[in-house]
């Protein structure tokens, strides 16, 4: 018998409000089919694909009073949370500026205001980032032009996301994309910079992404499959023409593609990226005079390549012919095969090279060796060297340098303990200059302190992990930790600050942070042991960790807590079935947790995209077997889970909110342990919650103080 909605939504919130029982939701038996095997799936209709179901709404609502009701008492703790984070932010913040054909570009912020403006001021003598920043600082903006007061334009939307895309080579016009859901399809706009006006130009069901050609009058722009979200096309448009007549440039038939368009370095060539988990294909054209794309080198299987050109030839980081850590190759001007390629940087197993950056008199190249990041400085004469760092454990990362014939190079650095900051150095004359580091109000750094430990796992593989608290925190198995962990698709959780992180450390815990297989912290051998049939290292690997860290006596037993969102949601679930008396409190956002299911089902957005990440269940028994072998949801079992804060946005496009949803209807259904489990939903929300920058931090708030009343940490 189903129950008239309104009837459902009374009955579950005036249950949820007076007996503080959580919601208990109607099971409908249905059968997920595959060529290999069947599986129950009784909370299959909460998915809902308009997110219009009156009964699958009113039970996230239910759920969401039930959340209230549990956490009403801890609000002041909230509240002084909250507080604390906000308190560390200098609200009237901006960033440096960046010079780039004749101006300066930032973003700044007003205070109490939730978005940030993006401005310029045109160039003169005398005006730099350190004078710009000065003047932002004292409020003085005169000479400023407003190009997005994303303030402005987020009033009367519950979600917004609002950004710059793209300046005209003229400087006149400029693309800008929004989001008023939090979906991630963006509507594409045009403002003229001249007169200030939006032009009728608005190209919705966009991936965010588009490139002007040098006329300043057509730019080209990826339209999305509105079903999958796939970035499906792109297209070309001219400006007072209708989007709907716009040409299709190049479709993508292969749906494991993604596709993003841009302009090289030199500013030469317009160019077309298609990037699969294990291969890539790059198309350019004159951004001059645009017309056919050629092939850079055509896409094969296992042969991945990024490329960018400068002056007369192309550099090329690739994997190919066995290099795993890739190596830099270069090509002449109008290379269309592998055959053009010549080797310049060698491949060495013992350093990845993760990007580089090309500029007149030099190349800088980001690589990573020993877990760590490093800057590398290749000059014509092929003499190198590596900028230094002090810290042993720390963030180093090449910033944004608009310029490339500048002697000057941007790199930003940051720590555990060590707030962001941007400096920048002169090739030539080893001159360095720090720019700016992030202002946090309060903040000491000198009471905490970060350290690198290697812990052992269980197949003798060395994990790194880094740690920080305060400098009085005493080592003797008594403190509370909190552990975080992602560990896919070879995305590295680098060191960096965290002004949130401080309150806790603030209570006495300790954080933690490991770099566990699935991320390339350690090179592509680190990611490629971390996916597909090896994915089980990720869970083992936390699990390790947090033994080790016990057992070290940095925390105590019952008083551990682990944090992971999206596919660390994944990892959340799994080490919730797996060790799940490790852990005292799991807080898991937007997780993706019925990995089976939905990676059965090529409908749902970024599924066939992902089969070289996960596996193709469809396709592979073998790799049906695998994930349906750790699969949380698929794996709750009759046990005593710790208390868990699941997180989802209703909106989500990357892990859509019934995966969640369901979880935790089926885990109340089989926990046989007395913690609470509480699943928040941001009815307006997408995968990255909800908008403005100080929401986040009540969303944070709210979080950490579950966590904290769990883990006796007040």
Do not use: C
Not at 98 to 112: A, I, M, S
Not at 120 to 128: H, Q
Not at 405 to 425: F, G, N
Not at 575 to 597: C, G, K, W
């Amino acid at each position: 018998m189903h129950l008239n909605p309104l009837l459902l939504t009374l009955v579950l919130t005036m249950t949820t409000l007076h007996a503080q029982t959580p919601p208990d939701v109607e099971k409908r038996p249905h059968t997920v089919t595959s060529p290999h095997g069947e599986r129950q799936d009784e909370y299959y209709w909460l998915r809902d694909d308009e997110r219009k179901d009156p009964q699958m709404l009113a039970y996230l609502n239910a759920e969401n009073a039930y959340a209230d009701a549990v956490l009403a008492p801890l609000q002041a703790q909230e509240d002084k949370l909250y507080d604390e984070i906000v308190a560390r932010i200098k609200q009237d913040d901006s960033s440096v500026p960046e010079r780039d054909r004749g101006y300066w570009y930032y973003t700044r912020f007003e205070t109490g205001k939730d978005y940030p403006v993006h401005a310029r001021r045109a160039d003169r003598v005398g005006l730099d980032a350190v004078s710009i920043q000065a003047a932002n600082n004292s409020g003085d903006f005169v000479g400023e032009e407003i190009l997005l007061n994303v303030n402005a334009l987020a009033e009367g939307h519950d979600y917004y996301s609002a950004s710059m895309v793209d300046i005209s080579k003229d400087n006149q016009k400029m693309l800008w994309a929004d989001d008023t859901n939090g979906r991630r399809q963006y509507t594409l706009r045009v403002t003229d910079l001249a007169s200030g006006k939006r032009l009728a130009d608005e190209i919705p069901g966009t991936n965010g992404d588009a490139v002007w050609a040098d006329d300043g009058q057509t730019f080209y722009y990826i339209e999305n499959d509105p079903d999958t979200l796939l970035s499906k096309r792109v297209k070309k448009h001219t400006l007072g023409s209708d989007p709907k007549t716009d040409p299709v440039v190049y479709e993508e038939g292969d749906d494991s593609y993604y596709l993003g368009v841009g302009r090289t370095r030199d500013e030469k060539y317009l160019t077309i990226h298609a990037s699969s988990t294990v291969s890539d294909e790059l198309r350019y054209t004159p951004a001059a005079n645009p017309g056919e794309f050629k092939i850079l080198t055509p896409r094969e299987r296992d042969l991945e390549y990024d490329a960018d050109h400068y002056g007369d030839r192309w550099i090329i980081r690739t994997n190919a012919d066995g290099a795993r850590n890739f190596k830099l190759m270069t090509a002449r001007d109008d290379a269309t095969a592998r055959a053009d390629w010549q080797e310049w940087i060698a491949h060495d197993p013992a350093i990845y090279i993760e990007y580089f950056e090309t500029f007149a008199d030099y190349t800088a190249i980001g690589e990573r060796s020993d877990g760590l990041d490093r800057i590398r400085i290749v000059k014509k004469d092929g003499q190198s060297e590596y900028l230094k760092a002090d810290e042993p454990a720390y963030t180093m990362g090449i910033s944004s340098n608009p310029e490339p014939d500048s002697d000057w190079l941007r790199y930003s650095y940051t720590s555990l303990t060590t707030p962001a900051i941007v400096y920048e150095t002169n090739i030539k004359t080893g001159e360095r200059r720090q720019l700016k580091q992030q202002p946090v109000p309060g903040y000491d750094a000198s009471n905490y302190t970060t350290e690198r430990v290697w812990v052992p796992a269980r197949d003798g593989t060395k994990i790194p992990v880094s740690l920080v608290y305060r400098k009085d925190f005493k080592r003797d198995g008594s403190a509370a930790m909190l552990q975080y962990g992602y560990g896919s698709y070879g995305a590295s959780m680098d060191p960096a600050f965290s002004a949130s992180i401080i309150s806790l450390l603030d209570r006495g815990m300790i954080y933690a942070l490991a770099h566990i297989r699935g991320g390339q912290e350690m090179g592509r051998a680190w990611y490629e042991d971390g996916k597909l049939l090896h994915k089980k290292n990720t869970f083992t690997d936390f699990i390790d960790v947090t033994r080790w860290l016990v057992a070290e006596k940095y925390a105590a037993k019952d008083r551990v807590a682990a944090l992971g969102g999206s596919a660390g949601g994944l990892l959340m679930g799994a080490v919730a079935n797996m060790a799940p008396e490790d852990y005292r409190v799991i807080l898991s956002q937007v997780p993706f947790v019925d990995v089976v299911t939905t990676m059965l089902d090529p409908s749902i957005p970024l599924t066939t995209n992902e089969y070289d990440e996960w596996g193709n269940p469809e396709a592979s028994a073998e790799s049906y077997a695998y994930m349906l072998s750790y699969s949380p949801y698929d794996n709750l079992k009759a046990q005593a889970y710790p208390a868990m804060f699941v997180g989802t946005g209703l909106w989500d496009s990357q892990v859509q909110y019934w995966e969640p949803a369901k979880y935790v209807a089926r885990l109340r259904d089989v926990n046989t342990g007395k913690h609470p489990v509480i699943l928040r939903t941001n009815m307006e929300a997408g995968h990255g919650g909800k908008s403005g920058r100080f929401q986040r931090y009540r969303e944070i708030a709210e979080m950490y103080a579950f966590m904290l009343e769990q883990l006796n940490a007040k």
